[in-house]
């Protein structure tokens, strides 16, 4: 099994970034916990972020054909980017939403998801085990 896994914007700056509601692990602790927690299971998996939302959905579109699962943490553009739920659509592989925070519980803005209606599952206010849960999810579905 091959699950590709993708961060969007400002992702790149855990451990920095707010740490009040992201605490203080770096996305390179994020990415070595990803890809142990793979190893242990038995599945391939590669990581991919950007700040741009042109990169995810080419990102998206390259994996058709290549990937059994994705695991998506949208960032801001699970608000607003129609082109990340369509190019999800397009390829047909069975995503898994992830948020590090508990979205529910912030700005009204959050509570929206575009990648949600595509979804077969979404994952929030778990930390970096959220991401866990996700590749465990693909992997006994």
Partial sequence: MKILVIN????????????????????????????????????????????????????????????????????????????ILDALKSVNIPTVEVHITEVNEREEFRKISFVKEYAVKTITGKGFDGYLEGINFLIDN
């Fill in 8 to 83: 969007g914007p400002n992702l790149n700056m855990l451990g920095i970034r707010e740490k009040h509601l992201y605490g203080d692990k770096t996305y390179k602790a994020l990415i070595e916990l990803i890809k142990n927690h793979a190893k242990v299971k038995g599945v391939k998996v590669k990581c991919f972020q950007s700040n741009y939302e042109g990169a995810l959905v080419t990102e998206i579109q390259k994996a058709y054909n290549k990937f059994d699962g994705i695991v998506i943490n949208p960032g801001a553009y699970t608000h607003t980017s129609v082109a």
